[in-house]
């Protein structure tokens, strides 16, 4: 396969749809339309949770796309960015969306901040969209229409807006209290799958990486989310949020009752 050649996309030969949809708790058929590709995105956010539990082990983060769906399908854990959108990669290319890589700069934190962020463009019913579950407790929660620039777009409980800036980038904020946000920015410069090698290699490794510095572990609902960040567990439901302090012993139980996630001994 040319595919394979050049590592335009991921690819996985143990990547089974119906396993897929199983873990992600999809039922009835797929529609290839925005509905339902929003409903095949809510499942996995649903179900999936972003986390970087590997990388706080000082382990390697692998981009096959084999050890992705072993990770996530089999063995019942998430993952960051690459392993998340990699995931839905697989499944789009499976029911036949066309859709791209774009590489994304990270804003919420200040600095130099290189593009270490993957993002998928979809085209669905003739529209091109953003399609991101891998950004954290941010991720937009169906696919944006990239057109529907400078427009509030309500996902559930959170606010975002798409604007374009003065280089003709995309950027994505999301409103947090009555503020503006910056989430990332990109173009639509399409990537290759290996393209993320070095990012993923700084994320997972790099004593700047926000990864390494910090354990975070998110899964979506549909009233809102949990988030864990370093030694506390947020929930947000319906908007409101609520904050609770951890011990680190506490750690193994909180991951298997909040988030489904049972370590390997």
């Given at each position: 396969m040319q595919q394979s050649k050049n590592h335009t996309k991921i690819e996985a030969l143990s990547f089974n749809l119906q396993h897929y949809l199983d873990r992600i708790k999809f039922f009835g058929?797929?529609?290839?339309?925005?509905?339902?590709?929003?409903?095949?995105?809510?499942?996995?956010?649903?179900s999936v949770p972003f986390e970087n539990i590997d990388?706080?082990?000082?382990k390697i983060i692998s981009l096959s796309g084999d050890d992705i769906v072993d990770q996530i399908v089999h063995k019942n854990r998430g993952g960051y960015c690459y392993q998340i959108?990699?995931?839905?990669?697989?499944?789009?290319?499976?029911?036949?969306?066309?859709?791209?890589?774009?590489a994304a700069r990270p804003l919420v934190n200040p600095g130099q901040n290189p593009k270490t962020h993957l993002?998928?463009?979809?085209t669905i019913e003739n529209e091109a969209y953003l399609i991101d579950l891998g950004f954290g407790g941010n991720s937009i929660r169906e696919p944006l229409k990239l057109s529907q620039t400078d427009r509030?777009?309500?996902h559930d409980f959170d606010t975002f807006t798409l604007v374009t800036t003065e280089e003709g980038d995309f950027l994505l904020r999301v409103l947090i209290g009555k503020e503006w946000s910056?989430?990332?920015s990109f173009d639509l410069t399409p990537q290759k799958w290996i393209d993320f090698k070095p990012a993923n290699h700084y994320n997972?490794?790099?004593?700047?990486?926000?990864?390494?510095q910090n354990l975070i572990v998110v899964l979506q609902n549909p009233l809102g989310k949990k988030m864990l960040?370093?030694?506390?567990?947020?929930?947000?439901t319906n908007g409101t949020s609520e904050i609770v302090s951890i011990e680190k012993d506490q750690l193994p139980t909180i991951l298997e009752t909040e988030f489904n996630i049972t370590i390997d001994k």
């Open positions: 058929p797929i529609e290839l339309n925005f509905e339902g590709i929003k409903k095949l995105m809510q499942c996995q956010l649903f990388v706080q082990a000082g959108n990699g995931l839905f990669s697989l499944a789009l290319q499976e029911i036949g969306v066309p859709h791209y890589y774009v993002a998928i463009i979809a509030e777009i309500q910056n989430l990332y997972y490794s790099h004593p700047d990486s926000f990864f390494v960040f370093k030694n506390a567990i947020k929930s947000v």
